[in-house]
């Protein structure tokens, strides 16, 4: 079975109901616009109390209706998270908006 670079599972409303559904565990997100466009891809590590909950609960409080957001439980999520930023970065030149101005230092992904 082939490795998945990018985080593929499906896109949920970022709202109260929908991310009370999610586990307490460790892992990485992304939020989109309605558009589908990535804001953001995000880590939700040891800080977290509640793992994924915590931090999409922090998201929906500073972002406020109309967003997406999708989630991987990962318990190797900071790996992971350098992981989606190159793959961003290689697939649109650039780190999601709200990941530009405090990103890790991020190596570049090699061509297969």
């Known amino acids: 079975m082939a490795m998945r670079l990018r985080l593929d599972g499906p ?15 460790l892992g ?3 939020i989109a616009d309605g558009e589908g466009r990535i804001a953001k891809i995000g880590e939700a ?3 977290a ?3 994924l909950r915590t ?3 922090r998201e929906l409080a500073a ?6 957001f999708r989630v991987e439980v990962n318990m190797q999520y900071r790996t992971r998270w350098f992981e ?3 793959v961003h970065r290689a697939d649109h030149g650039a780190l999601p908006p709200d990941n530009a ?3 890790p230092a991020l190596g570049r992904l090699s061509p297969a």
């Open 11 to 25: 896109w949920r409303p970022l709202d109260a109901a929908e991310v009370a559904r999610l586990p307490g565990q």
């Open 28 to 30: 990485v997100y992304q």
């Open 45 to 47: 590590g040891a800080r």
């Open 49 to 51: 109390p509640f793992g």
């Open 55 to 57: 931090a999409l609960e």
């Open 63 to 68: 972002r406020g209706p109309g967003w997406r």
């Open 84 to 86: 989606l930023l190159m």
């Open 101 to 103: 101005a405090d990103s």
